[in-house]
Structure formats: C-alpha cells, structure tokens
C-alpha cells in the first residue's frame, strides 16, 4: 500500500503558501497517482529553499515524507518520469477546459474551480524537470521554459479566479467558449479579447484604394476591475486563496516552524537540506531506485 502522510495527533502549522499547493496537492493524488504526487513535494521542497527566511522546519518535514516513501513510487528514468508527469499535468487541465466550454456560464462551480486550480498546480510541478542539473546542463546552464506549459499553467491560475469571482459576487464569468480550444494554449487569446480594435489611421486614402477592414477585436483578458472590487491579487496570491480553503497540508510541528521574524538558519542546517535535496536529484533517475541519499553521496565522493 502507498505510504500516505498520517494525521497529527497535536496542533498542525501550516506551510508557506508559496509550498502549500504543492504539499496540498501531493497528499490528494498520492493514493492513485503516486509519482507526481512525489514531484510534486520535490517541487515543494525546491520552492521553499528559494524563500526568505527559509522554512526549514515545512522542507526537512516534505523531506521526510520523500524519503518516507520513495521506495514506494515508481520512480524510473527523468525522461520517462517527465513524460509520465506531464501526461498527467495536460490530462487535468484538458478535462477542466473541457468541462467549462461545454457548461456554459451558468454551470459554475466550486470544483470548476478546484479543477483549474489543481491543474496549475499540475504544471508547475513540471518546472521541475526544466529546472533539473541534467537538463540545465544540457542546455547549454540556462533553464529553457516550455512555452505551451507556461501559457497553460497562467490560464489555468487566471480562469480559476475568474470563475472564483463569478461565483462570490453571482454574476457570469468570462464566456470562453468562442475561444479556440487548446493546442494552442487558450491564454494567448483570453487575456486580450476585452481590448478594443485599434483605431484606423488619420492619413487620407486613394480613392482606388480597396476599404480598409478592422482587425477583429481580441479576445478576453483577466477579469476587468470594477469600482466596488479590490484590485486582483497577483497569480500566487490566487493560487493562495484558492488552495487555502480546499486541502488540509503537511504535518508539521507548531514548535519547529520558523516564523516570517525568524532569522535564517544556521549554514550546517542549510548545507544539509542542500545536501538531501542533491541527492533526491540523483536518485529519481535511478530507476532501481533502491539506494539511500546518505550511499549515493558517499558513492560520489569515492568518486
């Protein structure tokens, strides 16, 4: 059976929103869908060494929970692995796209949104790969983006707080369904569409002169602002308010959160996340996968 995080048995303290989804994520797909539930507290785990102050109490618990349960996943090759995750990824948000051209603007609801909502989580976790030594070095030591994954991964944050707002003020979201399904990713056409044509050019034309047609107006952008609306937070803020309300996260002991105040950890500390995480790298493209982070270290240095 797949290892799945247990329950606190005291008080639980939340991860830094900018982890959450992920964590979130991973604890709902694990029992079906255990490799990218695995990227995706690898990606968590990647995220948090990049914020300040670095929470090291939520990353050394997500490591805990890797290394817990690796033995687990079907880890193989990173390519394989990468292909496996990413038919996953378009596989959530193709059926969350579909579902919303097909209902309309009076079908929405909440799992409309928790569909897009997971969906961007989804493929984020694939900045993974694009972010993995192997494939920087490949490239030359420059993080290549997927083009098509990123314009899927805004319209997926950008659609969920679309409905999201329908839905708390009742009015109809954005009306999609004109729009050309995807490939190509419906982002590059959403957030335009409100915008008027240009208009035409002041000089005179000849007489012979064939008429001039308009260029078709844009599609839709994010939701316009109104008077008695905040202004929309930005994509993680989104990400945030959704995810706050959907999924419990991690397990993680109140005492050992550092908190927002907190000075950074010691560099002993750091050094040896550092270390784990460079080991987790190593050992998801091993497909025996059988091999501790403490042996391929060792096995590295005696290299």
Same mark, same amino acid.
């Given at each position: 059976a ?25 604890r #709902? ?50 390519e ?7 038919? &996953? ?16 603007? !009076? ?8 569909? &897009? ?10 900045? !993974?790969?694009?972010? !993995? ?14 083009? /098509? ?7 997926? #944050?950008?659609?969920? &707080?679309?409905?999201?707002q ?12 004109s ?10 056409? @959403? ?20 008429p ?10 994010p939701?316009?602002?109104?008077t008695n ?6 994509v ?5 308010s959704?995810?706050? @309300? ?7 002991? @109140? ?6 105040e ?15 995480? /460079?080991?987790? !790298? ?5 497909? #025996?996968? @059988?091999?501790?982070?403490d042996?391929?270290? /060792? ?5």
């Amino acid at each position: 059976a797949m290892p799945t995080d247990a329950p606190g048995a005291a008080s639980t303290a939340a991860a830094p929103r900018e982890m959450r989804h992920f964590i979130a994520r991973a604890r #709902e797909i694990a029992p079906h869908a255990p490799l990218p539930a695995y990227y995706c507290r690898l990606r968590a785990v990647e995220v948090g060494m990049t914020l300040a102050p670095r929470p090291v109490a939520a990353i050394e618990a997500v490591l805990n929970t890797l290394e817990r349960t690796k033995r687990s996943t079907p880890l193989g090759e990173l390519e394989d692995d990468f292909e496996q995750c990413k038919s &996953f990824a378009y596989a959530v948000y193709d059926r969350a796209d579909r579902v919303d051209r097909a209902g309309g603007a !009076h079908a929405v609801t909440m799992k409309q949104v928790d569909a &897009f909502s997971a969906a961007s989580t989804f493929l984020a976790m694939l900045e !993974h790969f694009e972010e !993995h030594p192997r494939v920087v070095k490949a490239n030359g030591g420059v993080v290549v983006r997927d083009d /098509d994954r990123a314009a899927r991964k805004d319209f997926a #944050e950008w659609r969920a &707080f679309d409905l999201r707002q329908a839905l708390s003020l009742g009015k109809a979201p954005t009306d999609v369904r004109s729009c050309a399904a995807p490939p190509p990713p419906p982002v590059a056409v @959403e957030r335009r569409q409100a915008v008027a044509p240009p208009p035409p050019l002041a000089r005179a034309v000849p007489a012979v002169a064939a008429p001039i047609t308009p260029p078709p107006p844009p599609p839709p952008p994010p939701p316009p602002s109104s008077t008695n609306i905040d202004e929309p937070p930005s994509v993680p803020e989104m990400c945030a308010s959704i995810d706050d @309300e959907l999924v419990s996260v991690e397990d993680i002991p @109140e005492e050992r959160v550092v908190s927002s105040e907190a000075s950074a950890p010691d560099a002993p500390v750091v050094e040896a996340i550092g270390t784990k995480i /460079d080991a987790l !790298h190593i050992q998801e493209s091993n497909s #025996e996968g @059988e091999s501790s982070g403490d042996d391929v270290a /060792d096995e590295r240095r005696k290299a």
